[in-house]
T-cell receptor
Framework: GAVVSQHPSWVICKSGTSVKIECRSL??????MFWYRQFPKQSLMLMATSNEGSKATYEQGVEKDKFLINHASLTLSTLTVTSAHPEDSSFYIC???????????FGSGTRLTVV | GQNIDQPTEMTATEGAIVQINCTYQTSGFNGLFWYQQHAGEAPTFLSYNVLDGLEEKGRFSSFLSRSKGYSYLLLKELQMKDSASYLC????????????FGTGTRLTVIP
């Protein structure tokens, strides 16, 4: 149990376009999901906490107008990278918090390349 | 703020034992996690410590000292497949459920 599906696994987009990444909890309800970004050979940096039915909480230095987060249901959170630029190229990973046991489960990640 | 430090890289021999250290200074503490991450993949859970002491789980053990802000992950009988990054992560307290990750340690196991 406790599976999180993240889609797409990789995407290439042109500079200036927007990209949406989906994170779904398949067999449990997740009131809280988290979005991380990971640059090559670096650790995961928390970008924002996504709460179902309310606004996301962004970490310091993360532009909320650039990284739009929507958590419209208990099983789905989306991250939209708006007006993407090459410096946004990174590995984006979501995780979902399972209330029972308070365990985090991670998605498989999305490799974004902006050209 | 959050400050979680680990050595950047380590190399160890197959069959040996390796200890990966993690020191932390965080605003609140409610548990420390260790994750394994292979390149391009999501992290996978290894261990969890919330009280001081050693937690053993097969070839992996994790130790925590809250007063010292220190943890280590011990890997025994190293195998080539253990080559990966090992991430130390702290759960913030005070009702927050965020996980903050350390810098990560890239472990290379050599024959």
């Amino acid at each position: 149990g406790a599976v999180v599906s993240q889609h797409p696994s990789w995407v290439i987009c042109k500079s200036g376009t927007s990209v949406k990444i989906e994170c779904r909890s398949l067999d449990f309800q997740a009131t809280t999901m988290f979005w991380y970004r990971q640059f090559p050979k670096q650790s995961l940096m928390l970008m924002a906490t996504s709460n179902e039915g309310s606004k996301a909480t962004y970490e310091q230095g993360v532009e909320k107008d650039k990284f739009l987060i929507n958590h419209a249901s208990l099983t789905l959170s989306t991250l939209t990278v708006t007006s993407a630029h090459p410096e946004d190229s990174s590995f984006y990973i979501c995780s979902a918090l399972r209330l029972q046991g308070s365990w985090w489960t991670f998605g498989s990640g999305t490799r974004l390349t902006v050209v | 703020g959050q400050n979680i430090d680990q050595p950047t890289e380590m190399t160890a021999t197959e069959g040996a034992i390796v200890q990966i250290n993690c020191t932390y200074q965080t605003s609140g503490f409610n548990g420390l996690f260790w994750y394994q991450q292979h390149a391009g993949e999501a992290p996978t859970f290894l261990s969890y410590n919330v009280l001081d002491g050693l937690e053993e789980k097969g070839r992996f053990s994790s130790f925590l000292s809250r007063s010292k802000g220190y943890s280590y992950l011990l890997l025994k009988e190293l195998q080539m497949k253990d080559s990966a990054s090992y991430l130390c992560a702290v759960r913030r307290g005070g009702g927050a459920n965020n996980l903050f990750f350390g810098t990560g340690t890239r472990l290379t196991v050599i024959p």
